[in-house]
């Protein structure tokens, strides 16, 4: 919205800082840090007053979860209308990747929000039926595929782009829409799988969010894709204001979200996240790499699978609860250490998935 200002510029003065993302990205973080900081107090304080118990604990997990009953859910609200709001305000919205994001995130988030009111109405773990959140969410993810490939580049449209591998594509024709579906889908259940212990899953979804800005901006670029031999899509810098958007939500929710946590995210914030995640990959054309950089969550999504598998065929757990990190809460883990070194597992693997960009 503010783009707009450029258009007061000589060339010379103020107003044109505004044409520069990087200059903008650095706006749009410092908005969604202050609307985190501004509207969490009384955001917590209205979702504890109509949510009363809190988000429901499951009565077969860790025992220590017990002691969080009462903390109130869709703390997600929170960290959608920062990024969204930021966005809006200083990103180009005549951009299609930036609407292309939006939606995907406003989308997972509705679904989100009907989850999360469904457990707390009820006061049941169960919320809205799995088999329709997933046809809703692949619903979701179609429109965003479509759009996607429509705005690509001709030699980009429907294509796979590997990592490491220079100019290497891979045409996977209409099987494109597909998988870049699974993509999205994947990416926004497998941060909703992470989110179970207090910050655990916002900081490498923010950690993930910044290492994929970084990839937009640098793929938007004619100029840095010459230099470091990666496929140039026009217009996808615009991303890196609603990344920075993310980063600065995501660290004025953690403020409240640090243990003790005051609010979760809930599936409100864990699906739109997740989505916006595997939006921005898509975009990019850098699905694989989102595999690397979210490989958090791939691996907490990944120990889930096993684990109902392995139980149907054996009778047997492979681990002693699932998501993984519950695994290590189970063997004695205090949870402030499982949450600091699965940080710094995201941290390792977002630089090996930045350094794709030169190691070709």
Do not use: C
């Given at each position: 919205?503010?783009?707009?200002?450029?258009?007061?510029?000589?060339?010379?003065?103020?107003?044109?800082?505004?044409?520069?993302?990087?200059?903008?990205?650095?706006?749009?973080?410092?908005?969604?840090?202050f609307f985190g900081f501004l509207f969490g107090p009384p955001l917590i304080n209205v979702?504890?007053?109509?949510?009363?118990?809190?988000?429901?604990?499951?009565?077969?997990?860790?025992?220590?979860?017990?002691?969080?009953?009462?903390?109130?859910?869709?703390?997600?609200?929170?960290?959608?209308?920062?990024?969204?709001?930021?966005?809006?305000?200083?990103?180009?919205?005549?951009?299609?990747?930036?609407?292309?994001?939006?939606?995907?995130?406003?989308?997972?988030?509705?679904?989100?929000?009907?989850?999360?009111?469904?457990?707390?109405?009820?006061?049941?773990?169960?919320?809205?039926?799995?088999?329709?959140?997933?046809?809703?969410?692949?619903?979701?993810?179609?429109?965003?595929?479509?759009?996607?490939?429509?705005?690509?580049?001709?030699?980009?449209?429907?294509?796979?782009?590997?990592?490491?591998?220079?100019?290497?594509?891979?045409?996977?024709?209409?099987?494109?829409?597909?998988?870049?579906?699974?993509?999205?889908?994947?990416?926004?259940?497998?941060?909703?799988?992470?989110?179970?212990?207090?910050?655990?899953?916002?900081?490498?979804?923010?950690?993930?969010?910044?290492?994929?800005?970084?990839?937009?901006?640098?793929?938007?670029?004619?100029?840095?894709?010459?230099?470091?031999?990666?496929?140039?899509?026009?217009?996808?810098?615009?991303?890196?204001?609603?990344?920075?958007?993310?980063?600065?939500?995501?660290?004025?929710?953690?403020?409240?979200?640090?243990?003790?946590?005051?609010?979760?995210?809930?599936?409100?914030?864990?699906?739109?996240?997740?989505?916006?995640?595997?939006?921005?990959?898509?975009?990019?054309?850098?699905?694989?790499?989102?595999?690397?950089?979210?490989?958090?969550?791939?691996?907490?999504?990944?120990?889930?699978?096993?684990?109902?598998?392995?139980?149907?065929?054996?009778?047997?757990?492979?681990?002693?609860?699932?998501?993984?990190?519950?695994?290590?809460?189970?063997?004695?883990?205090?949870?402030?250490?499982?949450?600091?070194?699965?940080?710094?597992?995201?941290?390792?693997?977002?630089?090996?998935?930045?350094?794709?960009?030169?190691?070709?």
């Open positions: 919205m503010l783009f707009w200002l450029t258009e007061l510029s000589d060339g010379g003065d103020f107003f044109n800082l505004f044409r520069y993302i990087t200059f903008r990205a650095g706006g749009a973080f410092l908005t969604a840090l979702l504890r007053k109509r949510q009363g118990k809190g988000q429901p604990i499951r009565a077969d997990g860790p025992e220590t979860h017990l002691a969080k009953s009462g903390t109130p859910t869709m703390g997600g609200l929170l960290i959608v209308g920062a990024l969204v709001t930021s966005t809006l305000l200083w990103a180009r919205l005549d951009n299609a990747y930036v609407w292309i994001v939006l939606f995907v995130t406003l989308s997972f988030a509705a679904i989100g929000f009907w989850d999360d009111y469904a457990k707390v109405s009820k006061q049941n773990v169960t919320g809205v039926p799995g088999r329709l959140r997933l046809a809703l969410g692949f619903l979701i993810a179609a429109v965003a595929a479509v759009w996607a490939a429509w705005y690509h580049p001709p030699e980009l449209q429907y294509q796979l782009a590997l990592p490491v591998f220079k100019d290497v594509l891979i045409n996977l024709s209409w099987f494109f829409i597909p998988f870049a579906m699974f993509v999205i889908v994947g990416s926004a259940n497998a941060v909703n799988l992470t989110d179970g212990l207090d910050g655990l899953a916002i900081m490498p979804v923010m950690i993930a969010g910044g290492a994929l800005g970084i990839i937009a901006y640098a793929v938007g670029r004619v100029d840095f894709t010459e230099y470091l031999d990666v496929h140039y899509v026009p217009g996808t810098g615009e991303i890196l204001i609603f990344a920075a958007g993310l980063f600065g939500g995501g660290l004025g929710f953690l403020w409240y979200n640090a243990p003790p946590a005051a609010v979760f995210m809930g599936d409100t914030g864990s699906l739109a996240l997740g989505g916006a995640l595997g939006a921005i990959a898509v975009a990019t054309k850098h699905e694989i790499v989102l595999g690397i950089i979210g490989g958090l969550f791939v691996v907490e999504a990944l120990s889930v699978i096993v684990q109902v598998l392995y139980f149907k065929r054996t009778g047997k757990r492979v681990f002693l609860m699932a998501p993984i990190h519950h695994h290590y809460e189970k063997k004695g883990w205090a949870e402030p250490q499982i949450v600091i070194r699965f940080w710094i597992i995201a941290l390792i693997l977002a630089m090996i998935g930045l350094a794709t960009l030169k190691v070709r």
